[in-house]
């Protein structure tokens, strides 16, 4: 009988985000090596891709925070979180079960790289972000991964040089993936684009926060300026606005209307929708736009979206600066990289789509050049780094 690789995972607060997304595919990868087992510590939330996990070897603690709601105690969940996991180690080695690896996922989770050491265990920190609220917190834990973790995985080049200072030696890349599900599911869509006529209206799309930085100025102000201008009649923009439970439609709309001082119903090109799923936003779509910038406050250290629209035959417009989108879609090839704050440039990008032939040859290219960042791919990558 093969003896079983006991695999210790830790993730902060569950939801439908990038994070615990990419940390869900990461335990499929895991699982689906035949000796191995995991126990998955975790903040419970209502809903998210963890909660959703099950598996004969996946063990799942889900840590309730009573405080959860409450922005300034939120850090002080984290603290929580590594008191829970302690103490689960504790009772593990009493019953002589010993973790061989642990993987901490995200930033706040670092904190338990200590007590990783004191148990002997060999820890991964996987790392998404480049730094969280308070920065003092952020700088420390960063510190305590440089001394502590046996390795460091950052999602992609332009990540891993912004926090080379903090990650150990032998730390390396992999950039991430879609599920197995969504890749089957964008396959579907990737046909029916590929397949349907090219007709007007030709649909602009950005999925978005209400985070500062994240382009929401410049999509709104490109759908203000198509509105004044004829030659951009045929164009339909349409934003996809995560709610993430902490906003209400109509104070969005609020926001959105003070961003560019107009009336929003006198904008008569733009639809916009609110916590869409996936197939709702890709599947009525031609161009996507992910229009963050590192310079207005926010730094994309992957860009999931970007990727997913590629898994759907669909040309994206990213920034022109060293971000983990602009290494995901290839300059003139699956799309655009721009200046997010020259409207007038990414207008002409726009416009160029008008060529059908132009088109359909990008969008080939965007289905093609995905292909890179495939599950097979992630899940190999993380099975040569943990010997499995």
Not at 82 to 109: C, E, K, M
Not at 138 to 161: D, G, M, P, T, Y
């Amino acid at each position: 009988m093969v003896k079983k690789i006991n695999f210790l995972l830790i993730h902060g607060q569950d939801g439908y985000t990038g994070a615990p997304y990419v940390f869900s595919n990461l335990i499929t990868s895991i699982l689906s090596s035949t000796n191995t087992r995991v126990t998955l510590i975790y903040i419970k939330t209502e809903s998210g891709f963890l909660k959703n996990l099950a598996h004969p070897h996946l063990t799942s603690i889900k840590v309730q925070f009573p405080f959860l709601n409450i922005k300034s105690l939120r850090l002080a969940s984290y603290f929580y979180l590594f008191g829970v996991a302690f103490i689960y180690v504790l009772r593990s080695l009493a019953v002589n079960r010993r973790f061989q690896y642990s993987i901490l996922n995200t930033i706040p989770t670092l904190i338990f790289l200590p007590a990783a050491r004191l148990f002997r265990i060999k820890t991964i920190s996987y790392l998404h972000e480049l730094s969280l609220t308070p920065k003092i917190m952020s700088f420390l834990f960063l510190k305590i991964n440089k001394i502590f973790a046996r390795k460091s995985v950052c999602v992609s080049k332009s990540h891993f040089s912004r926090l080379a200072l903090f990650l150990p030696t032998s730390s390396e890349v992999i950039y991430n993936s879609c599920s197995p599900q969504d890749e089957i599911l964008f396959q579907k869509i990737a046909l029916q684009n590929t397949s349907k006529m090219f007709s007007s209206p030709f649909i602009v799309s950005m999925a978005s926060s209400a985070t500062p930085g994240k382009g929401l100025f410049s999509f709104m102000q490109l759908a203000l300026k198509a509105n004044q201008l004829r030659d951009y009649s045929n164009l339909r923009f349409k934003l996809h606005l995560s709610l993430g439970g902490m906003h209400k439609p109509e104070d969005l709309l609020k926001m959105l209307a003070t961003l560019i001082n107009f009336d929003l119903s006198q904008l008569h090109n733009i639809d916009i929708f609110f916590d869409s799923s996936i197939e709702e936003i890709f599947s009525e779509t031609n161009l996507f736009l992910n229009l963050s910038d590192p310079e207005f406050g926010w730094f994309e250290t992957f860009g999931l979206t970007c990727l997913q629209a590629s898994c759907c035959a669909i040309p994206t417009i990213v920034s022109y600066k060293d971000c983990g989108p602009s290494e995901i879609i290839d300059d003139n090839y699956s799309g655009f990289h721009c200046d997010v704050g020259n409207i007038d440039q990414i207008l002409s990008f726009i416009s160029l789509y008008s060529n059908e032939k132009l088109y359909r040859t990008f969008a080939s290219n965007a289905l093609k050049s995905s292909k890179k960042y495939s599950f097979s791919t992630f899940s190999a990558n993380w099975h040569a780094l943990l010997n499995i």
